[in-house]
Nanobody, 114 residues
Framework: QVQLVESGGGSVQPGGSLRLSCETS????????MSWYRRAAGKERVPVAYIDSSGGSSNYADFVEGRFTISRDNAKKTVYLQMNSLKPEDTAVYYC???????WGRGTQVTVSS
């Protein structure tokens, strides 16, 4: 079955960096675009970034543009989210999502605090 497993979350000070990973299985990873979403406490889950199946095209939410980078390794069936210049408002649970399949990971917590 389809599985998406996030890792790499943690606690970091403002201005710091984290790299999230989403390891996948159960589908032909190289054929699917992938997304990262996040949900802050008390708020709705919102899209953060998207990358197409080849990795040649990506787009970002305005609030992370220029700070976050989505990438993928089709050989490893893994999608990444490099997060730089983190702000307290980036604190959230970050989820990996396969839009065409409708499958979600369980999420990984990112906390940005001094």
């Amino acid at each position: 079955q389809v599985q998406l497993v996030e890792s790499g979350g943690g606690s970091v000070q403002p201005g710091g960096s984290l790299r999230l990973s989403c390891e996948t299985s159960g589908f032909i990873f190289s054929s699917y675009g992938m997304s990262w979403y996040r949900r802050a406490a008390g708020k709705e889950r919102v899209p953060v970034a998207y990358i197409d199946s080849s990795g040649g095209s990506s787009n970002y939410a305005d609030f992370v543009e220029g700070r976050f980078t989505i990438s993928r390794d089709n050989a490893k069936k893994t999608v990444y989210l490099q997060m730089n210049s983190l702000k307290p408002e980036d604190t959230a649970v970050y989820y990996c999502y396969a839009p065409r399949l409708g499958n979600w990971g369980r999420g990984t917590q990112v906390t940005v605090s001094s």
